[in-house]
């Protein structure tokens, strides 16, 4: 109780002096309840002031609050955080000159809102083999934000033309990596040339991604061996050998080899196809060249020579392999004729006698030289007639 006796006067006033400490706001602890929280999702702050005399109380609705990075986290005026991207941010809280901790927030993505192709659509093979590169999916929550751990599943055709990966089934699934990918195994086209879609779904999201594909049309290669000329014992010969694609199949798609087996009675001089074939390997040549359906490489010249005691006939096996096809082989007799059939014409009658004879005089191109002598001449001529009169054609091979 205060007594005024300053003469009891109406509107006098006393001064008293006080002496003390006043209380103040030593600091400010925030707090929630995690430290990660998931995309669009939000999450409750608490501000808890201390004052000198030890005392606290709630300033959640007081302080000023704040977000290092507010594209990864917002945060409002009653400490409401919300996720915004993934990413990292620090939150704190001020009042006046006083500012709190520093709380570290993780924002992780969220569920998976969407998926995109990112790479594997557009591809073809021809059918039976495998596509060249692995289908890939990316999966982002509503913030576009990758997200990890996601289940996808691949599902491929199963009518007409489609496809099986590695396990042996049209479907696959597996999750995404840390980036969001999901990685499918690799797919073989089935049987069935044609074009169509492989798809990438995954939980939550309707649309799922799709990858266009086509599978080719086998190639199917063929070959065709045609002898030049007659082959005559102890001479040279040419077969002329083309390899072509079947209209209606599918293009060639790795190297295609030309290999001749070379029989009996035949020696392999050479092989020559030109630029377009590389020959350097004895009795083969390969080509890179992609060959169409109803289209044929350039010819390919098979050199041999012909056993000088060698009758009757060979059998020659030239095959082409490669590009995807089966194997292309042609096989069929080249008659070999006699040294002593000048005429060239199967059989050792007069007629040869007579051609034999004009060389000699020199009224014909002398081309028969059956000794090796440079020339033709009654060595020449007796040696023809005795086959004639088959007594055998015994000639001398230079070769």
């Known amino acids: 109780m205060i007594t005024d006796n300053s003469a009891n006067l109406a509107g006098a006033t006393q001064t008293l002096g006080l002496a003390g400490t006043a209380i103040v706001l030593s600091s400010i602890a925030i707090s929630a309840t995690s430290a990660s929280l998931a995309y669009n999702n939000t999450e409750q702050f608490t501000g808890t002031g201390a004052y000198s005399d030890n005392s606290t109380t709630d300033l959640t609705s007081q302080v000023a609050w704040s977000s290092s990075a507010p594209a990864v986290a917002a945060i409002g005026a009653g400490g409401l955080a919300t996720a915004v991207s993934a990413g990292q941010t620090n939150i704190t809280a001020t009042q006046g000159s006083v500012t709190s901790n520093?709380?570290?927030l993780t924002v992780v993505p969220g569920t998976?809102?969407?998926?995109?192709?990112?790479?594997?659509?557009?591809?073809?093979a021809a059918?039976?083999?495998?596509?060249?590169?692995?289908?890939?999916?990316?999966?982002?929550?509503?913030?576009?934000?990758?997200?990890p751990n996601a289940q996808v599943t691949f599902t491929a055709a199963?009518?007409?033309?489609?496809?099986?990966?590695?396990?042996?089934?049209a479907t696959y699934s597996?999750?995404?990596?840390?980036?969001g990918i999901a990685t499918s195994l690799t797919l073989t086209a089935n049987a069935t040339a044609g074009s169509y879609a492989v798809t990438a779904a995954v939980t939550g999201v309707t649309t799922a991604a799709s990858f266009s594909l086509t599978n080719l049309k086998a190639p199917v290669l063929t070959i065709t061996e045609s002898p030049?000329?007659?082959f005559v014992q102890g001479q040279s010969a040419?077969?002329?050998?083309t390899v072509g694609n079947a209209a209606g199949a599918g293009p060639t798609s790795e190297p295609v080899t030309v290999t001749d087996i070379v029989p009996n009675g035949l020696a392999l001089m050479g092989m020559s196809g030109g630029p377009a074939w590389n020959?350097?390997?004895?009795?083969?040549c390969t080509t890179n060249a992609v060959l169409n359906p109803g289209s044929t490489y350039p010819s390919i010249t098979v050199t041999v020579s012909v056993a000088s005691n060698w009758q009757a006939s060979v059998t020659n096996q030239i095959s082409a392999s490669g590009g995807g096809s089966p194997t292309a082989t042609v096989t069929g007799p080249t008659a070999i004729l006699s040294a002593c059939d000048v005429s060239q014409d199967g059989s050792m009658t007069v007629t040869d006698v007579q051609k034999i004879i004009n060389e000699a005089l020199g009224m014909a191109p002398a081309v028969n030289d059956l000794t090796g002598d440079g020339v033709v001449n009654v060595v020449d001529l007796q040696i023809v007639v005795n086959a004639v009169m088959g007594l055998g054609c015994s000639y001398y091979n230079p070769a």
């Not at 995109?116 to 659509?121: D, E, L, M, P, Y």
């Not at 059918?127 to 934000?145: I, N, P, S, Y």
């Not at 597996?174 to 980036?179: I, K, Q, R, V």
């Not at 020959?279 to 083969?284: A, D, E, F, K, N």
Request: charged share 5%; hydrophobic share 35%; proline share 3%.
């Open 238 to 241: 040419v077969y002329i050998v």
């Open 174 to 179: 597996t999750t995404t990596n840390s980036a």
């Open 112 to 124: 998976a809102a969407g998926i995109s192709v990112v790479s594997g659509s557009g591809q073809s």
């Open 158 to 169: 199963s009518n007409g033309a489609g496809g099986t990966f590695s396990n042996g089934m």
């Open 102 to 104: 520093s709380f570290q």
């Open 279 to 284: 020959c350097s390997v004895p009795g083969s």
């Open 228 to 230: 030049v000329g007659p």
């Open 127 to 147: 059918v039976g083999t495998a596509f060249a590169g692995q289908l890939q999916a990316l999966v982002k929550d509503g913030g576009g934000d990758a997200v």
